[in-house]
């Protein structure tokens, strides 16, 4: 009963490497999304994807690419690390698009920027 | 744009004290509603959700009710434990039938129970 599943859980980064969050789903939900959390200020859409091959941007979009190839997986890449993008990075997923559809979340991905 | 509004934190309590966490929202339609529970090294779980006015949301001892004339979608708990020592989230979805997934989401309230 995996749900949705995010690797690496903890990741140190030096300013300008590029690095990718995995994310997978075994729920076969059309729906997946990538949220930061920052102290304060709650969790924020970096992007989002309504199907396979189909991603579009959220709030916080710069600096992220994102890629939909199969309905299970979901990575977010850092394309340049910078410091600002020291947070907590979770996945999530829902089954369709209703509105008062229940989305599911990862575990979480520590990440740390230097 | 919607946005979500939840009380300053932290909040500290006695076990088996009452608790609330103020929650309000704008939003241009009719959202639907959740609360999520964070606990510590952990990622987020759905506590409870409601999809229209009028609506109680409830899980676990912990309650909520849409009250769309005052926009609110208060927490409520008669008796906590140190248990639900966690940090809490109210969230909105996108209005408009489909949400492809978006939430928006307060700031979050840690609480923190003492024995």
């Known amino acids: 009963n995996a749900g949705v599943t995010q690797t690496p859980k903890f990741q140190v980064l030096k300013t300008g490497q590029s690095m990718t969050l995995q994310c997978a789903q075994d729920?076969?939900?059309?729906?997946m999304s990538w949220y930061r959390q920052d102290p304060g200020m709650g969790l924020r859409l970096i992007h989002y994807?309504?199907?396979?091959?189909?991603?579009d941007q959220g709030e916080v979009p710069n600096g992220y690419n994102v890629s939909r190839s199969t309905t299970e997986d979901f990575p977010l890449r850092l394309l340049s690390a910078a410091p600002s993008q020291t947070s907590v990075y979770f996945c999530?997923?829902?089954?369709?698009?209703?509105?008062?559809?229940?989305?599911?979340f990862g575990e979480g991905s520590w990440l740390t920027v230097v | 744009g919607d946005s979500v509004t939840q009380m300053e934190g932290p909040v500290t309590l006695s076990e088996e004290a009452f608790l609330t966490i103020n929650c309000t929202y704008t939003a241009t339609g009719y959202p639907s509603l959740f609360w999520y529970v964070q606990y510590p090294g952990e990622g987020l779980q759905l506590l409870l959700k409601a999809t229209k006015a009028d609506d109680k949301g409830s899980n676990k001892g912990f309650e909520a009710t849409y009250r769309k004339e005052t926009t609110s979608f208060h927490l409520e708990k008669g008796s906590v434990q140190v248990s639900d020592s966690a940090v809490y989230f109210c969230?909105?979805?996108?209005?408009?039938?489909?949400?492809?997934?978006?939430?928006?989401f307060g700031q979050g309230t840690i609480l923190t129970v003492h024995p």
């Open positions: 729920m076969n939900h059309e729906y």
């Open positions: 994807s309504v199907g396979a091959g189909i991603t």
């Open positions: 969230a909105l979805s996108d209005v408009g039938g489909t949400s492809y997934g978006k939430l928006t």
């Open positions: 999530a997923s829902s089954y369709d698009g209703s509105s008062g559809n229940t989305i599911y």
